[in-house]
């Protein structure tokens, strides 16, 4: 089993930055793709920005130039950078991992509110 943590959420106003990271534990030798999704309320989990299985990062369009990814694979770790964010981006952030044996877990999520 996989454990994930989310912290970083909080309240930002219109065109400022967040940084939300996620910390996975337990079984992590058999962690294979991870990344953040999100969930605006009323709408369906959307994916953000993850690493794919062979490591290459892969970003939603409506985030494209204003997020980034990294991930620390030593501290099993896994951050999201936003920047000039708009009341749009207002959602539950959830960080996901998948293992090498096809198991899926999911964080709790975080609340990322934008709002002057």
């Known amino acids: 089993q996989v454990q994930l943590v989310e912290s970083g959420g909080g309240l930002v106003q219109p065109g400022g930055s967040l940084r939300l990271s996620c910390a996975a534990s337990?079984?992590?030798?058999?962690?294979?793709?991870m990344g953040w999704y999100r969930q605006a309320s009323g709408k369906t989990r959307e994916l953000v920005a993850r690493?794919?299985?062979?490591?290459?990062?892969n970003f939603a369009d409506f985030v494209k130039g204003r997020v980034s990814i990294s991930r620390d694979n030593a501290k099993n770790t896994v951050d999201l950078q936003m920047n000039n964010l708009n009341p749009g981006d207002t959602a539950v952030y959830y960080c996901?991992?998948?293992?090498?044996?096809?198991?899926?877990?999911w964080g709790k999520g975080t609340l990322v509110t934008v709002s002057s």
């Open positions: 690493f794919t299985s062979d490591g290459s990062p």
């Open positions: 996901r991992m998948t293992d090498t044996f096809g198991r899926d877990y």
């Open positions: 337990g079984r992590t030798f058999s962690i294979n793709t």
